[in-house]
């Protein structure tokens, strides 16, 4: 074991014709939430996308626990045990909430296990257990959709813009819930808010225009604001 979970080294990737990641690095040490930050269109999706093998790169490597497992395909990267919640609430909406959890499960059993982890961390899912996920909010589909990645095993979640959207009150209890999980996994998370991020993460890495140009600890980043200015735009 090294004390990163993951490293994404000089990673190329190309969607089609067009060159999107022209050399992008991540580190995500074990039991932390490290957060990618950049403008819209700057390659943040397409990193998680990268490393789960949806989009994978042409060269360059990305090791999971000191293996590279760049070139894998999808089913075998999760089976690992990285864990996905893709943009815009990825659910089955004709299916109940206790569905999409079940149809989550890796083996048999990962539900019963994992249940009162789960519902601890979103009372509103135990209570809607039943309703189907297109009559959930937004705010609620949101949460099942981080709760269907903790059913199964996971050491690394991949959660991609899980505040865009939402009210802040339901951002606030879904940032409780991202918090609880770093004591058991590790998280590389893709947030556009810029006061969430700083507020989750302990470590961050710029993507900017396909590349990964400064990456540190967050702290850091909050005094630096030049750096925030120059590359999110943020006052």
Do not use: W
């Not at 019963?112 to 809607?128: H, M, N, Q, S, V």
């Not at 937004?138 to 903790?150: E, K, N, P, S, W």
């Not at 939402?166 to 209890?173: F, H, R, S």
């Amino acid at each position: 074991m090294t004390d990163s979970i993951l490293e994404v080294r000089d990673i190329h990737t190309f969607i089609g014709q067009f060159h999107i990641l022209e050399g992008v690095s991540v580190s995500v040490p074990v039991g932390s939430i490290t957060v990618l930050l950049g403008r819209n269109g700057a390659g943040k999706t397409t990193t998680l996308r990268s490393i789960m093998g949806l989009t994978p790169p042409a060269r360059g490597q990305i090791l999971f626990d000191g293996k590279n497992i760049a070139g894998k395909h999808p089913h075998a990267i999760a089976q690992l045990g990285i864990g996905y919640v893709p943009e815009h609430r990825a659910i089955f909406r004709e299916l109940t909430v206790h569905e999409n959890l079940r149809i989550a499960e890796r083996k048999r059993g990962d539900l019963a296990r994992k249940a009162d982890f789960i519902f601890e961390l979103f009372p509103d899912l135990k209570r809607l257990i039943d309703l189907p996920g297109g009559n959930l909010s937004g705010g609620q589909q949101q949460m099942l959709a981080v709760a269907r990645a903790l059913v199964p095993d996971n050491r690394l979640l991949l959660i991609d813009e899980p505040s865009e959207g939402l009210a802040p009150v339901i951002i606030e209890q879904l940032m409780a819930a991202i918090s609880r999980l770093a004591e058991s996994s590790s998280v590389l998370l893709v947030e556009q808010n810029f006061r969430v991020a700083s507020r989750l993460a302990q470590q961050y890495v710029i993507i900017e225009e396909g590349q990964s140009p400064a990456a540190g600890k967050i702290d850091a980043l909050v005094q630096d604001a030049a750096l925030v200015q120059r590359y999110l735009g943020v006052a």
